[in-house]
T-cell receptor
Framework: EAQVTQNPRYLITVTGKKLTVTCSQN?????MSWYRQDPGLGLRQIYY???????DKGDVPEGYKVSRKEKRNFPLILESPSPNQTSLYFC?????????????FGDGTRLSIL | QKEVEQDPGPLSVPEGAIVSLNCTYS??????FMWYRQYSRKGPELLMY????GNKEDGRFTAQVDKSSKYISLFIRDSQPSDSATYLC???????????FGQGTILTVHP
């Protein structure tokens, strides 16, 4: 089954404790992206990757890091999480053409930073 | 001001009603417009995709873009309870790889 898998689905942690949210897709997609979703603000793009070893900033990259060492994986790293990073996070992927092709989204990771 | 603005609602309509969902955008460089549907506790899924101005129809759904007024619309005919979801408009084309979403409109269709 074609899917985008995020882990963990839920996480409660404390300020300053480094964490990584993994994202993996099994569709051989070139494009992958991370979004955060907050009430009243909608989905905002954090980082995206057009292909392996190619990443770029979205609209809200501060406080986040990403890497794309393999085509299927695109982890999101919070080196020193803060309470304002409490949010619902989505990873997405699409075939060539970036976000202008239909994006397949994961089911989300709800992060709470205390 | 967000580049893509969307009334968050919530919007509640009876089954069978015609639903109109709307967004405005400020960046003239946007060329691609998409509507995503998001059910509770799930990721968004692409519903409609349009390029530049014009209409696109797919079953009960019609997407409309008016670039002169920077207005994006989604119409749902004969709405069903299964259409209850959050609808997100989005726009792209300013920078390869970037996509900007509106806030999302929560729609409830009651039997």
């Amino acid at each position: 089954e074609a899917q985008v898998t995020q882990n963990p689905r839920y996480l409660i942690t404390v300020t300053g404790k480094k964490l990584t949210v993994t994202c993996s897709q099994n569709m051989n997609h070139e494009y992958m992206s991370w979004y955060r979703q907050d009430p009243g603000l909608g989905l905002r793009q954090i980082y995206y990757s057009m292909n392996v070893e190619v990443t770029d900033k979205g609209d809200v990259p501060e406080g986040y890091k990403v890497s794309r060492k393999e085509k299927r994986n695109f982890p999101l790293i919070l080196e020193s999480p803060s309470p304002n990073q409490t949010s619902l996070y989505f990873c997405a992927s699409s075939f060539r053409g970036g976000p202008l092709q239909p994006q397949h989204f994961g089911d989300g990771t709800r992060l709470s930073i205390l | 001001q967000k580049e893509v603005e969307q009334d968050p609602g919530p919007l509640s309509v009876p089954e069978g009603a015609i639903v109109s969902l709307n967004c405005t955008y400020s960046n003239s460089a946007f060329q691609y417009f998409m509507w995503y549907r998001q059910y509770s506790r799930k990721g968004p899924e692409l519903l409609m995709y349009t390029y530049s101005s014009g209409n696109k129809e797919d079953g009960r759904f019609t997407a409309q873009v008016d670039k002169s007024s920077k207005y994006i619309s989604l119409f749902i005919r004969d709405s069903q309870p299964s259409d209850s979801a959050t609808y997100l408009c989005s726009a792209g084309g300013t920078s390869y790889g970037k996509l900007t979403f509106g806030q999302g409109t929560i729609l409830t269709v009651h039997p």
